[in-house]
Antibody
Framework: QVQLVESGGGLVKPGGSLRLSCAAS????????MAWIRQAPGKGLEWISY????????NYADSAKGRFTISRDNAKNSLYLQMNSLRAEDTGVYYC?????????????WGQGILVTVSS | EIVLTQSPATLSLSPGERVTLSCGAS??????LAWYQQKPGQAPRLLIF???NRATGIPARFSGSGSGTDFTLTISSLEPEDFAVYYC?????????FGQGTRLEIK
């Protein structure tokens, strides 16, 4: 069955960096676009970034542009999010998500989420 | 940027009742809309995609309709496990966006 397992979250000071990872299994990872979506405490969902199946295309929300970098390693079935210059408003649960069909940007499988806390 | 507005913010209903949730888009998004269900402490679950197609394993009591700017999610008869927060999401244009959510509470 499809599994997405995030790791790499934790407490970081404002201005610091974190690298999130998402280990995928149960599907042909290299066939699907993938995305990161976050949820601030008690708030709604916010799309952060997506990456195409071959890494040819990436896109970012304005809140992430210039600070976050999405990447993937199809040989390792892994998705990454490098987060730099972190701010308090980046605090939340970060989900990796698989698109429903190849490049269709609806998300049918989500990881359990990983908490990122940005605080001094 | 396309803004999705969900209404109402909160609904209090009883099991067995029928409920309709609304999602309005700030501009036309054709049928490029999905609905998700999220329970406390869990990741969202895809219910409906392309406005009216049920995702794999979703019970028939969930249905979606609409196109353009006005969309609805209907649950024909509420089960206890349906009390959760529901979000709509559009993929018509960048950036992808979600509605603010409708909380469905047990009355």
């Amino acid at each position: 069955q499809v599994q997405l397992v995030e790791s790499g979250g934790g407490l970081v000071k404002p201005g610091g960096s974190l690298r999130l990872s998402c280990a995928a299994s149960g599907f042909t990872f290299s066939d699907y676009f993938m995305a990161w979506i976050r949820q601030a405490p008690g708030k709604g969902l916010e799309w952060i970034s997506y990456i195409s199946s071959s890494s040819s295309y990436t896109n970012y929300a304005d809140s992430a542009k210039g600070r976050f970098t999405i990447s993937r390693d199809n040989a390792k079935n892994s998705l990454y999010l490098q987060m730099n210059s972190l701010r308090a408003e980046d605090t939340g649960v970060y989900y990796c998500a698989k698109v429903l069909v190849s490049s269709t940007l609806f998300f049918d499988y989500w990881g359990q989420g990983i908490l990122v806390t940005v605080s001094s | 940027e396309i803004v999705l507005t969900q209404s109402p913010a909160t609904l209090s209903l009883s099991p067995g009742e029928r409920v309709t949730l609304s999602c309005g888009a700030s501009q036309s998004i054709s049928n490029y809309l999905a609905w998700y269900q999220q329970k406390p402490g869990q990741a969202p679950r895809l219910l409906i995609f392309d406005a009216s197609n049920r995702a794999t394993g979703i019970p028939a009591r969930f249905s979606g309709s609409g196109s353009g700017t006005d969309f609805t999610l209907t649950i024909s008869s509420l089960e206890p496990e349906d009390f959760a927060v529901y979000y709509c999401q559009q993929r018509s244009s960048w950036p992808l966006s979600f509605g603010q959510g409708t909380r469905l509470e047990i009355k």
